[in-house]
Structure formats: structure tokens, C-alpha cells
């Protein structure tokens, strides 16, 4: 989710400002075969009244000349927000039985003018009081900056496919905070929530087969592996993926630093997930937690959600200058918005920070640690977006050491500095829904590198997700929409969008719900720059889903080490509580490691058993690392030779590869320490390549 702008917040607000600043962040192409003869994308029965869709023509399905698909890939969306957050922050369903009149009513508290919206006025949507009414008129909802209404109606989401949208990940999410702060009509624990969203989802998928004349007919489909994904685009259908964006998933949060879960959570996390067909999941959002610290967020919202951190967790932000070209948002002042801090305990402040302290000091924890490997054992993909850069740089460190592709940054809140790292180990990244301009802009900077990598490019549009579209650029603006459209393959032709009374327009109203996703495709494609960039989304469907089909296919490398006898030069003795011998760095157990005694000339080492083949030594190390050092590699045990070397080591993640060849002990040779420790690692991981 992304933010909006916060204004007009006074005292009497207090509670419900820090919720809204807090709610607002937790969320050219060539043409293609088309349809078979026949209306298969018509439904038998769609419930009367209801919303239209307006398009005409066959969704076009198959495959390219060369077997590619071919359509948009929405990355980054919240089908069933509305169910999350305890039930009435975004009002209106996704669907009802009634359709609709039945699902999209405003919440009870907005009637009857809207005053009682507070998270409405508060966020800019409606100056204070708006129309409630939703179906028939729609006068004031939804909107490209009513940020509390539904904009994922099943129509709206059916109108988006038949524009070109092939791809859909729906990211399940809540908050437990801001659900304790709202009114609401459930309990507040995430896991409750996912659970609930989860089948809402499923329940969707049967709402629209029997729409459309029983099981598996039906457009909306979701998926829980590569070629079953790739099997409904071919159909001309949407495939839908499970996400998970949460800020405490499996209980996972920290109280006054303590973490309140444990590995045992994360397994049983992971697999409930998994099961549930979840394929791709945040392992933090907006707090820290127990298992990453996250990007900060800027402004009036930073604020917001640094009082939220610590409400939640009994601790604030914690920043320090960064260590590299990437840098984490710079958080908002203390003083911007004085009545949220009415919630602090007396004598707490939000502290003030450094200008050149841009990181947060907390990166990827060991159960973080445990929770990313977790989810490359069981083929998910990890969503990099709102990591901190210290927890962003430690993930892709690990991932990088293992080659697995399995990355995804999906609207637009991860440093561009890390793109080319993404790339390159297979993963993918789309862009946040901003203006046409905006998003061509960004698309720009990194263009040369998608071309480098032969990927396509995505969107997220983080609908429900709080976070502010598109406005309207007028009738006559030189991009303006000209309506009715054709698709961007050609095969369709897109018209207004009417639901009951109200029909919208991308030009005067701007991208008020998903059914406008195609119009504002439109628009890119009218800007200058835009067809290319067009083109380019155009084939987002199938990157995604080569970057899921890689992430299948990954065997993660069998450490030869492990078990194995090892030696050292020396081992620390000071502490007689704590065993810091040359096992410790096989045993398994981030949480211990071997250190040597303080001086340069140290060495770690293991006895393979048998001769074996070596191309590849990771190193975990501990804060006291080698600045330089071998490694070395021996048949007999006496005499080595050196497979690798560096003399500007950094400490973290390393990863040693060179070319594989046969060898029975493997050592690492300490040459200079890079502190005034010894040398300290807690896993050594061995493998073939």
C-alpha cells in the first residue's frame, strides 16, 4: 500500500489522524490470436441489476509466434482489502450475491452525509462531508482520492481484464493497529484476517463460475503454479495470484525488541500459507518487526507511522548513515503534525533525526533469515518492497548466494539502485500507478536495463491499498483519452465505464477504480514515450512469469560441509559460557559461530570425507569479518592451493565462486581482519557450484 497526503488534522482528530497516516501506507504491442468463434467471455447469468463493463470484441488468448503470452500483469492489488483491518475501513464489497445494490454501500458511520467519515475527510476525499450513496448514483464515490471505498468490484476487475490484464497478484492484508482503532466488526489478529481474505478470494472465483455456467468457466482464476498460470492466459483468462502484505505475519511482531515468535511460527506460517496457495509474500510492512526492519515513510505519514511503531512495538525508528549509494525514505519531522504525539504515554516524544542518517539501523534478522529460506524451500517469491536497505541488501545477499530468482519489487518502494541485483537473478519489477507522465518517467530510468535483461515491465496499481490514482488531466489535455479505445492488441474496443446511474471518464475523473485500468494504459499510450512503454507491459505477463517458472525450478545447493569434521587455527576461550569451536560454523544454528583468536594469520577449515567437486564457499560472517582472506583448497590436507581470494571483503553474505575442480579440504584463510576483533563466521555453506 502507498500514501496519501494528510491534511486538516486537529486536536479532536488525534487518534484518527495517526490512523489515516498509518492506514494510507499499510497499502506498441503486436497483435495476438484471438478467441475461438463463439461469446465465452459473456456470462449466462450476471445479477440484475448490475454494473457494465463496456467492452466489445473476444478477449484475445493464445500465444505469440514465438509461445510467449501476452498482456498486462497487475502486481500489486487488494482484491479483498474491505475484509481486512476488522471490516470497515474500505466499505463496499468486492462482490454479493445481490450484486451491485448489495455490495456497494457505504460504511454505516458515513450516513447520513458523510460527517461521520472521518478517515474520509482526513485523507482529503470528500472536504468534509460526502454523498454515501453508492449504487445507483455514485456521486462522490468512488474516486481517484477517496482512499475508504470499494474500487475492486468484480465488474471493475472484469473490465481491466478484457482491456488486457492477464496477471493479477491480489496481496491479502490488515493491520492489526489500525484495526484496534477503527470500528470494526471482527477481531484484530492478522493471521484471522489473511485467512479470511484468502477465501473470500477462493469464494470469489465461484461467484463468477457460476456466473458463467458452472466450475472452472469462469474468467477469474487462481493459481498456484507457473503452467497453471500460464495455461489460463493461453485461455484468454486472468490468473490470479495470492500474496500476503502484512505487517505482523505468524505473529511475528517485536515488543521492546523481544521477538514474539519463533522458528516453530514461521513454519507453521509458511505452510498454512502455502496451503492457502499463497505464492509471494512481504516479510515486513510499515513497522518494524520481528523479523526485518522496514523502508521509512516521508512527511506527515512518516510521523504517523513512527508514533504507530511505537505504540505497537515500544520503539521508534532508529537511523544511522547508510552504507552504500542506496538510502532508505528520509522521515518526516516531529513537528508536523503535533496532535498525534497526544497518544504518546507522558514524557515519550517522536524523536528528531539526523538529515544524513538515511537507513535504518535494523536490517534482516536471523528469523528473518529463517522465514526468507523457509519461503526458497517451499518455491515463494520474496516481495523486497518496503524493506528497509540494510534488510533489502541481507536478502538479496542470500538470495544472490543461493542464484534464486524468486524477487519481486511491485509498486515502486524499493531503491532503484537495486534493480540491476533483481535483474539479474531472475526476478521482476513493476512500477506504482502514477500519473501517465510519472509512470513513464520512471519507466525511463530503467529502461536500458530491462532491455539488458530482456524483461518486460509491470504495474501496481495497490488498489484498496489507500494510497491515491491518477487524477483527472481534462478533456483537453494533449493525452486526454478519446473515447471509445481500442485495446492494446487491437481485438477489443473500450468504451465509457457505467455502473448504475454514474458513468466515468479517465480525463474528468481521473482513476477512480479498477475498471479504468485500461483507459489509463490508454493514456500512457497517448503520452509522449508511451507506446514503447506500452509495449513493454505488454509483455509483463510473461517475465512474471518466467521469474515464477525459474523460481519452481530452483534446487537450492546441498552443502557438501555439512556433518563434516572441522579444524582451526585457533578458537576463542574467554568466555567459558559460550562454545566458539570450528562446529559451530556447521551446525545449522545461525545463532552460534566459530571466532578465532585476535590476530591476522587465522585459518577455519573442513574435511570433505571423500574428494569432491568445489565451486562455490559462502561465508555468514559475524561482525568480525575478513577484510582479506582465500580460499583454499587441498586433495591431502598439506598441500593447498587458492581457488579464490579478495583483499576488500565487507563483512554480511560473501560468496566465493570460481570454477569447479575436484578437492577433499576447503579452508578459509584469514590474510588482514577488517576489526580489531579476530575473525568470527557463523555458517560455512559448501557446494558444487
Not at 131 to 139: A, E, Q, R, S
Not at 650 to 655: A, H, I, K, R
Not at 673 to 680: F, H, K, M
Request: overall charge negative; glycine content about 12%; aromatic content about 10%.
Amino acid at each position: 500500500m502507498n500514501r496519501p497526503t494528510t491534511r486538516g488534522a486537529g486536536g479532536r482528530f488525534a487518534v484518527v489522524s495517526l490512523f489515516i497516516a498509518l492506514a494510507t501506507v499499510v497499502f506498441g504491442a503486436g497483435p495476438v490470436p484471438a478467441a475461438d468463434a463463439g461469446s465465452w467471455w459473456e456470462p449466462t447469468a450476471r445479477p440484475a441489476p448490475d454494473s457494465q463493463i463496456n467492452v466489445t470484441g473476444a478477449p484475445f488468448k493464445g500465444t505469440t509466434a514465438d509461445g510467449k503470452v501476452r498482456g498486462f500483469v497487475d502486481a500489486h492489488n487488494h482484491l479483498m482489502s474491505n475484509e481486512g483491518f476488522g471490516g470497515r475501513m474500505i466499505c463496499g464489497q468486492t462482490f454479493s450475491e445481490g450484486g451491485a445494490p448489495e455490495a456497494l454501500k457505504d460504511c454505516p458511520e458515513h450516513y447520513p452525509d458523510g460527517s461521520g467519515a472521518l478517515f474520509e475527510h482526513l485523507t482529503g476525499g470528500d472536504n468534509g462531508k460526502h454523498d454515501p450513496v453508492g449504487w445507483p448514483t455514485f456521486k462522490d464515490w468512488p474516486a481517484n482520492n477517496s482512499l475508504s471505498h470499494q474500487q475492486n468490484y468484480y465488474a471493475w476487475v472484469e473490465r481491466a481484464w478484457r482491456g488486457g490484464q492477464r496477471v493479477l497478484v491480489n496481496d491479502l492484508v490488515t493491520n492489526g493497529l489500525i484495526c484496534s482503532i477503527l470500528p470494526r466488526d471482527r477481531g484484530c489478529d492478522e493471521m484471522d484476517a489473511i485467512r479470511l481474505e484468502a477465501r473470500k478470494s477462493y469464494e470469489l472465483q465461484d461467484y463468477v463460475d457460476r456466473m458463467y455456467g458452472g466450475p472452472g468457466k469462469g474468467w477469474f482464476r487462481i493459481v498456484t503454479d507457473s503452467a497453471q498460470a500460464r495455461s489460463v492466459i493461453e485461455q484468454g483468462k486472468l490468473a490470479v495470484v495470492l500474496g500476503v502484505e502484512t505487517s505482523e505475519p505468524f505473529g511475528c511482531k517485536m515488543i521492546l525488541d523481544v521477538a514474539q515468535c519463533n522458528q516453530a511460527d514461521i513454519d507453521k506460517g509458511l505452510d498454512e500459507l502455502h496451503a492457502l496457495g499463497v505464492r509471494s509474500m512481504f516479510l515486513c510492512h510499515k513497522f518494524d518487526n520481528a523479523l526485518c526492519g522496514v523502508r521509512f515513510d516521508s512527511g506527515t505519514t512518516g510521523v504517523a507511522v513512527n508514533v504507530g511503531q511505537f505504540l505497537s512495538t515500544g520503539t521508534f525508528w532508529a537511523t544511522e548513515k547508510c552504507a552504500g549509494p542506496q538510502h532508505d525514505n528520509p522521515i518526516g519531522l516531529a513537528t508536523v503534525l503535533p496532535a498525534m504525539t497526544e497518544k504518546l504515554p507522558p514524557g515519550v516524544s517522536v524523536p528528531s533525526y539526523a538529515s544524513d542518517a538515511r537507513c535504518n539501523t535494523r536490517g534482516l534478522t536471523r528469523l528473518g533469515e529463517y522465514a526468507l529460506k523457509g519461503m526458497m524451500q517451499r518455491g515463494m517469491m520474496l516481495e523486497l518492497d518496503h524493506m528497509s536497505v540494510k534488510a533489502a541488501g541481507r536478502a538479496l545477499d542470500i538470495l544472490e548466494a543461493e542464484e534464486y530468482p524468486g524477487v519481486i519489487s511491485s509498486h515502486s518502494w524499493m531503491d532503484l539502485d537495486w534493480t540491476e541485483r533483481v535483474y539479474r537473478l531472475g526476478g521482476f519489477v513493476a512500477e506504482y500507478m502514477h500519473n501517465a507522465q510519472g509512470f513513464i518517467g520512471e519507466a525511463a530510468q530503467k529502461a536500458e536495463l530491462r532491455r539488458k535483461y530482456g524483461v518486460g515491465l509491470g504495474y501496481g496499481t495497490d488498489m484498496n491499498g489507500v494510497g491515491g490514482w491518477p487524477g483527472p488531466v481534462g478533456p483537453d489535455a494533449p493525452n486526454a483519452v478519446k473515447y471509445p479505445f481500442r485495446s492494446f492488441d487491437g481485438g477489443s474496443v473500450l468504451d465509457r465505464q457505467v455502473t448504475g446511474q454514474r458513468t466515468w471518464d479517465l480525463n474528468t475523473d481521473g482513476a477512480a477504480h479498477n475498471g479504468l485500468v485500461p483507459d489509463w494504459i490508454e493514456q500512457i499510450r497517448l503520452t509522449p514515450g508511451g507506446p514503447g512503454v506500452v509495449g513493454e507491459l505488454a509483455n509483463g505477463a510473461e517475465s512474471y512469469l518466467g521469474t515464477w517458472r525459474s523460481t519452481e525450478k530452483h534446487e537450492m545447493g546441498v552443502n557438501v560441509a555439512a556433518g563434516q569434521p572441522t579444524s582451526a587455527s585457533t578458537s576463542e576461550w574467554w568466555n567459558p559460557f559460550v562454545n566458539y569451536s570450528p562446529g559451530r560454523a556447521l551446525d545449522g544454528d545461525t545463532g552460534t559461530r566459530w571466532a578465532s583468536e585476535w590476530s591476522d594469520d587465522q585459518w577455519w577449515q573442513v574435511d570433505l570425507g571423500s574428494v569432491r567437486r568445489v565451486g562455490r564457499v559462502t561465508l555468514d560472517w559475524e561482525q568480525a569479518y575478513g577484510r582479506a582472506y582465500r580460499i583454499e583448497l587441498s586433495d591431502d590436507g598439506g598441500t593447498w592451493r587458492t581457488a579464490w581470494s579478495t583483499d576488500s571483503g565487507n563483512g554480511g553474505y560473501d560468496t566465493a565462486e570460481f570454477p569447479s575442480q575436484s578437492a577433499r579440504y576447503v579452508r578459509i584463510h584469514g590474510v588482514q581482519r577488517a576489526t580489531g576483533w579476530g575473525y568470527s563466521l557463523y555458517e560455512v555453506k559448501v557446494t558444487r557450484s
